[in-house]
Nanobody, 116 residues
Framework: QVQLVESGGGLVQTGDSLTLSCTAS???????MGWFRQAPGREREFVAT???????NYADSVMGRFTISRDNARDAVFLQMNDLKPEDTAVYYC???????????WGQGTQVTVSS
């Protein structure tokens, strides 16, 4: 059974940095990993993804401020978030998608709150 455990959320001020981590267990084979977020009253939205060979893709809203990376030896993905803004406030979810599947697995989410 695939499980994802996220950590690293918290309360920060505008302009601060934060790093989210997500570690997977029970997974084999090739998979993409990514981060999504959901703000109150809004739908879950894409933030960033990273392929097995570390090709990355970012939402326009975080381009240049956030960096996604992965450690394949530890089945882990990270999201370095710099220059945080109040509009980044959301629950951040880790996603793992095996390449042979159209959908993936989700973590439980970690809250990020950016105060102005």
């Amino acid at each position: 059974q695939v499980q994802l455990v996220e950590s690293g959320g918290g309360l920060v001020q505008t302009g601060d940095s934060l790093t989210l981590s997500c570690t997977a267990s029970g997974i084999t084979g090739w998979y993409a990993m990514g981060w999504f977020r959901q703000a109150p009253g809004r739908e879950r939205e894409f933030v960033a993804t990273i392929s097995p060979d570390s090709r990355t893709n970012y939402a326009d809203s975080v381009m240049g401020r956030f960096t996604i990376s992965r450690d394949n030896a530890r089945d882990a993905v990270f999201l370095q978030m710099n220059d945080l803004k109040p509009e980044d406030t959301a629950v951040y979810y880790c996603n793992l998608r095996p390449l042979h599947l159209s959908s993936g697995y989700w973590g439980q989410g970690t809250q990020v709150t950016v105060s102005s």
